[in-house]
């Protein structure tokens, strides 16, 4: 883990993306989870003290309707067996998109190009389910340590229905008023107050919010990208849309950092969690101003999968 590159050090393909490919080996689908070590796992259990809990799921059809036109709400049917000496219920779940709500997007979401993904992975790889989805991450679980930038707080009044933009100085100030300094593995988790923001939203309000397609995010961008990977994440997550800011940026001109899931996920490997609940972690974190906490997450063991919800959880 000390002899990871620099993001300067990384080479680059023909689109300009720096890559992280070969570090794990040339066959590796799990990127930099691979920083997940026992060692790492083992002293990250070590920061729970008190004991307290906290999900960081939100309910599945809470981001309805979506920022994304194509994830529709999932429909929820239950199903009920009655005899006269007991009750059975069960239900059925259909049109569930797995990165509707709380979610991970595995490796198999973005590539680093117009034909191939994190490690050299080819589309019909992908499609195949033999490369880089989600059951890689499911079949050895996620499990480290988590440390929370409040960006919310340094930018208590602004409006998280536009694309405000967090640049690297707000991720550093964040970090520095955290009191944390990052080690390899983590999984950074940014708080906008976007998904708080949106739960208290009416329904009218929130076809506005999904007309309007905007939402707060780290600013696409190559500073950005360099930071982040120069800190050696796991994973980053956040509780806005696209962890990036929303709408970004599809353009040939502005790639490929004008949408940065090309470069994080694509070509570093990194995981990008989205739409994650952090309302009740911000508020421990604020009251006792311990901002690093033990993380785990189950995904959802599906071959192939190129996302799924995150079944995540802090613990202190």
Excluded at 29 to 52: D, H, Y
Excluded at 91 to 115: C, M, R, T
Aim: aromatic share 10%.
């Amino acid at each position: 883990m000390n002899d990871l590159p620099s993001y300067d050090d990384l080479p680059r393909n023909s689109a300009g993306v720096p890559l992280a490919w070969h570090l794990f080996g040339g066959d590796d689908n799990m990127g930099m989870f691979n920083l997940q070590t026992p060692q790492a796992v083992a002293n990250a259990a070590a920061l729970v003290r008190k004991g307290s809990v906290f999900s960081l799921n939100a309910p599945v059809n809470l981001f309805t309707p979506s920022l994304a036109p194509a994830r529709s709400a999932a429909r929820h049917k239950p199903l009920v067996l009655q005899a006269p000496w007991l009750i059975i219920c069960d239900d059925v779940i259909d049109n569930f998109f797995p990165q509707g709500s709380s979610q991970w997007d595995s490796l198999a979401h973005v590539s680093a190009d117009a034909s191939t993904f994190y490690n050299g992975a080819t589309l019909d790889e992908v499609r195949a389910g033999e490369r880089n989805g989600i059951e890689h991450w499911a079949r050895r679980g996620i499990a480290g340590r988590a440390i929370l930038l409040d960006l919310e707080a340094l930018q208590p009044d602004y409006d998280r229905g536009t694309p405000y933009a967090f640049t690297v100085d707000d991720l550093e100030q964040a970090r520095t008023a955290a009191g944390v300094e990052y080690q390899p593995g983590d999984v950074i988790i940014l708080n906008t107050g976007f998904a708080d923001w949106y739960s208290g939203l009416s329904a009218f309000e929130r076809m506005g919010a999904a007309r309007a397609g905007a939402a707060p995010g780290v600013e696409s961008s190559e500073d950005v990208c360099r930071y982040l990977w120069d800190a050696h994440p796991a994973a980053v997550a956040s509780d806005t849309f696209g962890f990036e800011v929303t709408p970004a940026s599809h353009s040939p001109a502005d790639a490929p950092f004008g949408f940065i899931h090309q470069v994080l996920i694509g070509g570093l490997g990194i995981a990008l969690g989205e739409l994650w609940w952090l309302k009740e972690l911000v508020a421990d974190c604020r009251a006792d101003g311990n901002y690093e906490c033990f993380v785990t997450s189950a995904p959802l063991n599906v071959p192939g999968g190129t996302g799924s919800p995150a079944n995540a959880l802090a613990i202190k």
